[in-house]
């Protein structure tokens, strides 16, 4: 590629700068939405099961399962027991932290949002307590035979109708404590948290911002359960689970910013669907895809306290990066930053879809100028490619992906 100037950058600039943002107003829910949103916008009877150490932990009231009434249980910390003090208006932002498949209530994920200032409350999706063993009133365990094969059976005796019911309940439960900003609140998960995240955000409007970790929708179209367990149902049984369990069905609902945030290489949410679920998001979305991030409960990406601090602390964003271009055989990019970008990249792979965990990913350097980033595009070949900056802050912040 020929050196671009200053000036040929600049050129550029009308591509992105005159053409006004067009804001589109969030889809209404589908019909088929089987929860009751507005009884679950009423904060739930709790008890304290601990409520002397830092992280304290509750059981709260959920919803019927086989007959009987379920509880939950959740770790919940705050900010002063770590001698963190509130701002001047006295209350703290909250985050809701749902885990992935394999997991539970974690309580260090609680402890760690509360050290940096955040009330958190962290809670369990399988029907267990404090010690991982199940309760007698829980829910739903998490496993595939709850999930999937459970999908003849009324919703109420599903486990993603609980999880989600007992994500929206944990929230209305943390916004009613006095010492909670309850306009100041954010919901994240990773993995099957990730996939609960990107359901949430499109049926509990009262979230600030949303941050899904490797979760996405279209899983019965390439999926780590694509043959596995939708390869077993019916087409009928596959419409039914898609329109009442896929984020599809509801991402397009989402009233507040979306902050995806993934790995290249993931074995259960490959990049096809993944981009798919993200273009139905109609709000602001920001993204941070990094090649091979590896799978698993993992707390502490620099992108998960910048996303939030720039929602409901109102912190230095993360950069943003436009759509990219592809004109003439070269790229390019808009970058909005308030940080200085130290790095920007080009990333692409040939491989198919379907290999997504297996596949090989080229990096090809870019040139930043005027907040545009300019380079060679991918090769023809390409089955799925994105741009990405890094800033001073060491945060990666990425274009959308794109596939064909």
């Not at 609680?110 to 955040?118: D, I, P, V």
């Not at 100041?184 to 998960?189: A, F, M, N, S, Y």
């Not at 694509?226 to 599809?248: I, Y």
């Not at 907040?371 to 799925?384: K, M, N, R, S, W």
Request: proline fraction near 6%; include cysteine.
């Amino acid at each position: 590629m020929a050196p671009m100037n200053c000036s040929r950058a600049l050129c550029l600039l009308p591509l992105f700068l005159g053409l006004p943002a067009l804001a589109v107003e969030p889809a209404p829910l589908p019909k088929s939405t089987p929860w009751n949103v507005e009884a679950l916008s009423q904060a739930p009877t709790f008890e304290w099961v601990e409520k002397e150490m830092p992280v304290r932990s509750l059981t709260y009231r959920g919803l019927t399962y086989q007959g009987k009434v379920t509880r939950v249980f959740a770790y919940y910390a705050t900010p002063t027991s770590f001698g963190v003090k509130a701002d001047k208006s006295g209350k703290f932002p909250a985050l809701v932290l749902v885990h992935g498949g394999g997991g539970r209530a974690f309580a260090k994920w609680a402890e760690q949002w509360a050290k940096r200032g955040y009330v958190a409350i962290a809670m369990d999706l399988a029907g267990k307590g404090a010690d991982n063993k199940r309760l007698a009133d829980g829910g739903p365990d998490q496993g595939h035979p709850q999930k999937f094969a459970t999908i003849d059976e009324p919703n109420e005796n599903q486990w993603s109708y609980h999880a989600v019911a007992n994500v929206l309940l944990a929230h209305s439960l943390i916004r009613s404590f006095e010492e909670v900003d309850s306009e100041r609140t954010g919901v994240t998960g990773i993995s099957w948290g990730g996939y609960l995240t990107c359901i949430v955000a499109g049926v509990d409007s009262r979230f600030k911002f949303a941050m899904p970790v490797y979760g996405c929708g279209f899983l019965r179209e390439n999926s780590a359960w694509k043959d596995s367990e939708f390869g077993k149902m019916s087409p009928q049984q596959s419409d039914k689970w898609h329109k009442l369990w896929d984020p599809a069905s509801y991402l397009a609902s989402a009233h507040m910013p979306v902050a995806f945030l993934n790995g290249t290489n993931d074995f259960a949410y490959p990049m096809d669907s993944y981009a798919k679920s993200c273009a139905l998001v109609r709000t602001e979305k920001n993204y941070s895809i990094q090649l091979r991030m590896r799978h698993g409960h993992i707390f502490d990406f620099k992108e998960f306290f910048v996303f939030a601090d720039q929602y409901l602390k109102g912190g230095t964003p993360m950069p943003s990066v436009s759509r990219p271009v592809v004109k003439d055989g070269e790229l390019s990019a808009k970058v909005s930053a308030q940080t200085k970008i130290v790095g920007s990249r080009l990333h692409f792979t040939s491989g198919p879809h379907s290999k997504n965990k297996e596949r090989k990913w080229t990096t090809r350097e870019l040139v930043a100028k005027a907040g545009i980033l300019l380079g060679d595009a991918p090769p023809t070949t390409a089955t799925a490619w994105y741009v990405d900056v890094t800033d001073e802050r060491k945060v990666v912040a990425s274009s959308e992906v794109m596939v064909k």
